[in-house]
């Protein structure tokens, strides 16, 4: 019953297609930038939280119109907060994409650009090792 809920959830809703493109795009981009293992994990975590929570949203929808065809507030209460799920869990995607992703590619940005310069007859230019987060 897994893999049909998910085939009906990426073939029904728009949002769950967008969320797989983007996850194909973190990943791609990861690959690239050649993150930490842990880096992964984090990465791959938050992903499937996105999924899941568009999943459930999905589930959760289907299930309130099958049982309350009229409009009845409570349900729609309950559908209201189901899908504010999807947000909260897509801004938290993003935050760690943005904290892991960001430092390693202002590095390769940066490393570009000095190419770019010495090659032009810029000179050199010096660049550190990549920017770390502060520790709280």
Known sequence: HGFAGLAHVVRSEWNMRFHLVVAVGVVAASMWLQVEVIEWALLLI??????????????????????????????????????????????????????????????????????AKSRFGGGTCQVGSAWTPPVW
């Open 46 to 115: 938050v992903i499937a939280l996105v999924l899941s929570a568009e999943c459930i949203n999905t589930g959760i929808e289907r299930l309130a119109d099958r049982v309350c065809e009229d409009e009845d507030p409570l349900i729609k209460q309950c559908k209201d907060a189901a899908s504010a799920r999807g947000p909260a869990v897509s801004r938290l995607a993003g935050g760690v994409g943005a904290i892991t992703c960001t430092p390693l590619l202002l590095e390769v940005l940066l490393r570009g650009a000095c190419a």
